[in-house]
Nanobody, 126 residues
């Protein structure tokens, strides 16, 4: 089992920045690819960003490319999502997820991830 706890969400004005953190425990963090997803009210959960176990490969949704940056610190068992130039359409509950993988492949479907955090709310006001 892997336990994931997100933090760092909040209310921010459009154009502002937030950094989300996801702390992992329970298994060897460096054995897992990590992803960030988000879900707005009435919408399906969607892929935001992902990073391989060694941070050698990253992937982003087109909607956040150039504004968001995913990173990880395996010594701290933590993955981050730096979000800049936030827009009202970024408003959602943000979830981190873990997928056991030592490959370069990064999944974009929620079904490809085994463990999930409880989510943190991000609200961007216009």
């Amino acid at each position: 089992q892997v336990q994931l706890v997100e933090s760092g969400g909040g209310l921010v004005q459009a154009g502002g920045s937030l950094r989300l953190s996801c702390a992992a425990s329970g298994r060897t963090f460096s054995h897992y690819a990590m992803g960030w997803f988000r879900q707005a009210p009435g919408k399906e959960r969607e892929f935001v960003a992902a990073i391989t176990w060694n941070a050698g490969n990253t992937k982003y949704a087109d909607s956040v490319k150039g504004r968001f940056t995913i990173s990880r610190d395996n010594a701290k068992n933590t993955v981050y999502l730096q979000m800049n130039s936030l827009k009202p359409e970024d408003t959602a509950v943000y979830y981190c997820a873990a997928r056991y993988s030592s490959s370069w492949y990064l999944g974009v479907s929620p079904n490809e991830y085994e463990y999930w955090g409880q989510g943190t709310q991000v609200t961007v006001s216009s």
